[in-house]
C-alpha cells in the first residue's frame, strides 16, 4: 500500500457574514490542528463565485477570512495560508476530475439541491460541479486529513470516490510511473469536536449560514459586544427553564444548540454546562451566555479590525502562502499529467 505524508487541508468561502459556526466548527479545529500536523488553510475564493459575487466585496471578504484566520491563532509562517485562485493547479485537476466523476454522483449531491432550489436550471455550472473543485483542493496536496463541519460530510465522500476512481482507472499508469498502487489518499474527514453543526439562533432546526437573510440567526466575527449581547438576547428558546441533564434537550433544538454553543465557546461539554445552569431560565442564561461570547470573540474581532487596517500585508501573507501552496500543488499536477498520459514537452 502506498503510504502518504500525514497533510490537513481545509477551506472557507469569502462569501462574507463568516460566522461563529465556522470559526466553532471549522477555525477553532485549524488552530488545534497545526500542533500536530502540517496544515493548508485555503480562502476559497474560486468556490465563492458559484454564486454571484461582488468584485470588490469578494476581494474585502478574501482579506476578512484571512484576517480571521490569523486572529484565531493560525500561524501563517509555519504553516501555509493563501487564496485559491492564486494556484492554478486547483482548476487544472478540477478539470481532470470534472472527467473522472459521474453525473450521478453530483446529482446526488444535497448542498447543490438545497442552493439550487427551484431555480435549478438558473444555476451556475460551477455551482453543480463545485464538489469537483474542492476534491482538487484536497487532492493536490494529496492531503490526508480535512477538518470540516458535518455540513461538508457528503462532499468529502466523493473526494474519497474520485480519489478511489482515479486510483483505480489510471492504476496501471500510477504503477508504471513509479507511485506505487495508489496517487491519491483516501482523505479521512474530521468532523469531530463540540460544534460540528452550529444552528441558527431564530431556528434551531437550520443551520447557522452566512446566506441566511436574518442578521439574527448568525453571530458574526465582526459583531461587536452590543450586537452579541442583542443577538444572544434575541435568540429563538422555549418557554421552560433549562434541563439539568442532556436528555433532557430531547426535542428541544433552541435550547439544545444555545447549551452547544455555550459548551463550545467554554471548551467544556453540555453536560458540565447543564450541571452549572440546570433549573435557570433562559433569560439568566441567555445573560452568561452572551458575556462568555463577548469575552471569547471580542479579542478575535478586534485583532481582525487591526490587521484589516494594513491590506497590503495581508496580501503579502497570501502571496507568500501562494508560492509555497503552488510548488506543492505543481508536482502533483506535473505527476497527474503524466499519470494521464498528456505530453509535457520542453522546448528544445
Ligand atoms: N453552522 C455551522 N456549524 C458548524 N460548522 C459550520 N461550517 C459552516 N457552517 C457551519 C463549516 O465552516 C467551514 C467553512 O464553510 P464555508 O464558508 O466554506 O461554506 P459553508 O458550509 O457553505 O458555510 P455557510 O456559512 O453555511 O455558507 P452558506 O450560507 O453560503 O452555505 C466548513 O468546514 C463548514 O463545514
Redesign the pocket.
Known amino acids: 500500500m502506498t503510504r502518504f505524508a500525514s497533510r490537513v487541508f481545509?477551506?472557507?468561502?469569502p462569501?462574507g457574514?463568516l460566522?461563529l459556526?465556522?470559526y466553532?466548527?471549522?477555525i477553532t479545529r485549524f488552530v488545534e490542528m497545526q500542533k500536530t500536523h502540517n496544515c493548508i488553510y485555503c480562502v476559497?475564493d474560486m468556490?465563492a463565485i458559484t454564486v454571484w459575487q461582488d468584485p470588490a466585496e469578494l476581494a474585502h471578504n478574501t482579506r476578512e477570512v484571512t484576517a480571521a484566520f490569523i486572529a484565531a491563532g493560525i500561524d501563517p509562517q509555519a504553516h501555509i495560508v493563501f487564496n485559491q485562485s492564486q494556484v492554478a493547479a486547483h482548476a487544472e485537476l478540477a478539470w481532470i476530475f470534472n472527467c473522472v466523476a459521474r453525473m450521478g454522483w453530483l446529482n446526488r449531491m444535497t448542498?447543490f439541491k438545497e442552493?439550487a432550489g427551484k431555480y435549478r436550471e438558473n444555476a451556475s455550472v460551477g455551482l453543480f460541479a463545485y464538489p469537483t473543485l474542492m476534491a482538487s483542493d484536497i487532492l493536490v496536496y494529496r492531503a490526508t486529513h480535512v477538518?470540516?463541519?458535518?455540513?461538508?460530510k457528503q462532499h468529502l465522500e466523493l473526494a474519497r470516490d474520485i480519489a478511489a476512481k482515479f486510483n483505480h482507472d489510471y492504476g496501471k499508469s500510477i504503477a508504471d510511473h513509479g507511485f506505487g498502487d495508489a496517487f491519491f489518499p483516501l482523505t479521512e474527514p474530521l468532523i469531530t469536536g463540540p460544534?460540528?453543526?452550529?444552528?441558527s439562533l431564530r431556528d434551531g432546526t437550520k443551520?447557522?449560514?452566512?446566506?441566511?437573510p436574518s442578521d439574527y440567526s448568525r453571530i458574526t466575527l465582526t459583531d461587536d459586544a452590543d450586537a452579541i449581547a442583542l443577538k444572544v438576547r434575541k435568540a429563538r428558546t422555549d418557554p421552560e427553564p433549562l434541563p439539568s441533564d442532556v436528555d433532557g434537550l430531547k426535542g428541544r433544538a433552541e435550547a439544545d444548540n444555545l447549551v452547544g454553543i455555550y459548551a463550545a465557546l467554554a471548551e467544556t461539554g453540555k453536560a458540565d454546562v447543564l450541571r452549572d445552569h440546570g433549573g435557570s431560565q433562559f433569560s439568566a442564561f441567555k445573560l452568561a451566555l452572551a458575556e462568555l461570547a463577548v469575552a471569547r470573540m471580542a479579542p478575535i474581532a478586534e485583532e481582525m479590525r487591526r490587521l484589516l487596517a494594513d491590506p497590503a500585508h495581508i496580501d503579502s501573507v497570501l502571496a507568500d502562502g501562494a508560492e509555497r501552496a503552488r510548488s506543492i500543488a505543481q508536482d502533483t499536477i506535473d505527476s497527474v499529467k503524466d499519470v494521464v498520459g498528456f505530453v509535457r514537452g520542453r522546448s528544445a
Open positions: 481545509s477551506g472557507v468561502q462569501t457574514n460566522h459556526g465556522n466553532l466548527g471549522a476559497v468556490h448542498q442552493k477538518p470540516v463541519g458535518e455540513d461538508q460544534a460540528t453543526r452550529i444552528m443551520k447557522m449560514s452566512k446566506s441566511d
